[in-house]
């Protein structure tokens, strides 16, 4: 745990065995992925700031709509119970059986998770393994993003 909770003022990058923790929880939730329709098959772990971990699988449905990605079960889970400060997430994802890609956050994905933490600092790992994996600040991955900040002080501005 003590490894897990980073400290927020000190280096955001995670540790080689914090990574590999995450790393493992996404492979092991994307082992729960329902995806009858496209077979692929994602999991994803998030990490909080207090040192929680939430995993996700991605959830189909036979109206296609309603699908929800791993990287939002994960978010909308950790949410749920209480939890709205992240520090870095894990993504796993690959056609049924195989695991050969680096799966990278849809946009959707991306803007959620903004919600929750300071995209500089979050870590977003995409990996194959626990030893083959690549690393990006969310920010990277959402450049001159909208996120709470651009709302801060709205209502005392404008009403
Ligand atoms: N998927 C995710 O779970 N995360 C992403 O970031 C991209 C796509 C899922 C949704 C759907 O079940 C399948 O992958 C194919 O798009």
Redo the contacts with the bound molecule.
Sequence with gaps: MTERKRDRDGDSRLGEKARRELIGAALAARRFSY?PY?G?Q?GAALLTESGRIFTGC?V?NAAFGP?V???RTAVFKAVSEGETKFAALA?T?SPRGKMTQF?W??GV?RQVLAEFCDPERMEILVAKSEEDYESRSLGALLPEGFGPGNLAGFKEKEH
């Design positions: 995806s496209s692929y994602v991605n189909e699908t990605c791993a990287e993504v994802g799966s956050p849809c994905c």
